[in-house]
């Protein structure tokens, strides 16, 4: 994994909440009440727009790697049609016991700042063998 | 905090694939069987935030999306194909374990007054 990208941006993107993305997430919940945890639930983070460009912007090696830990934080649930600008930081990294660890953060605002989401995501790298 | 524990059916493979579109996250230890081996795995995985959408859609079901602020959840083992997901209450939030009664994360929930 990339050192010194600490306090840095990966990128940053508008995405609309659109009622096929809800109804994709909901179909994957498959529940009574998916249609609803799907408006909680982000579509974007790291992964956009497609996780091989965030593996490749941190340099991460796959076969190493694993997901310890999600924050997620909601101001309230996305609504249908709305715009929302999301942007993907580095907040933290380190290294301990032989392993480095990625703190990836993700805010979701409204076109007028409204902080409507937000999530910390810690990735690990471990050691190679 | 008056969550009840729920088990959710089974997690099938559509469902981790259906994911994966949703999310655009293909990450091939959740939908390459023998990448997922060759990583250690005894199988693919559900991705870390499927795991985490199914139980937060388990409170949601009890207390609805308006009122969750926070869900703060340390993954502790891999979510596997075919295996149910407890959501079972605990001391400031709740606990995910799959059918054999694995802890697979830990939640701690915030929720609006």
Redesign the interface.
């Known amino acids: 994994m990339k050192e010194g990208l600490k306090g840095t941006t990966l990128f940053e993107v508008q995405r609309t909440i659109d009622e096929q ?1 809800l109804e ?2 909901a ?8 249609a ?2 799907a ?7 790291p ?5 091989a460009l965030f593996v490749d912007l941190l340099g991460i090696d ?2 190493r790697a ?12 996305f609504r249908v049609g709305e715009s929302v600008n999301v942007k993907v930081s580095v907040e933290d990294f380190y290294e301990k016991s032989g392993m480095q660890f990625v703190v990836i953060l993700t805010e979701a605002t409204g076109t007028d700042g409204e902080a409507i989401h937000s999530h910390k995501a810690t990735f690990i790298e471990r050691g190679a063998a | 905090m008056a969550i009840a524990e729920t088990t959710l059916p089974a997690l099938s493979r559509q469902q981790i694939a259906r994911y994966a579109g949703a999310v655009r996250d293909f990450n091939p230890i959740h939908v390459d069987e023998e990448f997922a081996k060759a990583s250690g795995m005894p199988s693919a995985i559900a991705h870390g935030p499927l795991t985490l959408a199914r139980a937060l859609d388990a409170v949601v079901a009890q207390i609805g999306a308006e009122r969750i602020r926070g869900f703060d959840a340390r993954l502790k083992a891999p979510y596997f194909p075919g295996q149910t997901l407890t959501v079972a209450p605990v001391e400031g939030g709740v606990e995910l374990r799959d059918g054999s009664g694995t802890v697979l994360a830990t939640v701690a929930l915030t929720l609006a007054d």
């Not at chain 1, 408006?39 to 983070?45: E, Q, R, S």
């Not at chain 1, 992964?47 to 996780?51: D, M």
Request: hydrophobic share 45%; net charge negative; aromatic share 10%.
């Open positions: 993305k994709e997430l179909t994957a919940l498959d529940s009574a009440t998916a609803q945890t408006t909680l639930v982000p579509f974007f983070g992964t956009i727009p497609g996780e796959l076969t694993l997901l310890a830990g999600i924050s997620y934080s909601f101001a309230r649930p």
